[in-house]
């Protein structure tokens, strides 16, 4: 199972940015999925996250109302919305799905390498 992202890259304070995840390989369902942020000398972070049929989303206070986190199921694949970026948002974001492999296997978790999101101030 792989996860990848794009849509990283550098904006200026005050733009938007939409980062994307798809996941392929071996995947029987998909559970919970999530964005997460490492920034330089900072511990690993949760942004957002999504469940299965997207109706119930969660999103760190410091992000509420900027971004917005949604799921197409049928492509495997996540999405993260971010406008009105600031410098602090500034970090590596990774994407983050827990899923099965099979009918009757574990729920394992799974994480992208994360594109680098730089907000200029």
């Known amino acids: 199972v792989q996860l990848v992202e794009s849509g990283g890259g550098l904006v200026q304070a005050g733009g938007s940015l939409r980062l994307s995840c798809a996941a392929s390989?071996?995947?029987?369902?998909?559970?919970?999925m999530g964005w997460y942020r490492q920034a330089p000398g900072k511990q690993r972070e949760l942004v957002a996250t999504?469940?299965?049929?997207?109706?119930?989303?969660n999103y760190a206070d410091s992000v509420k109302g900027r971004f917005t986190i949604s799921r197409d199921n049928a492509e495997n694949a996540m999405y993260l919305q971010m406008k009105d970026l600031k410098p602090e948002d500034t970090a590596v974001y990774y994407c983050n799905a827990k899923l099965r492999q099979g009918p009757l296997s574990g729920l394992y978790n799974n994480w992208g390498r994360g594109p680098q999101v730089t907000v200029s101030s």
């Open positions: 390989g071996m995947i029987f369902s998909i559970s919970v």
């Open positions: 999504i469940t299965s049929g997207g109706g119930v989303t």
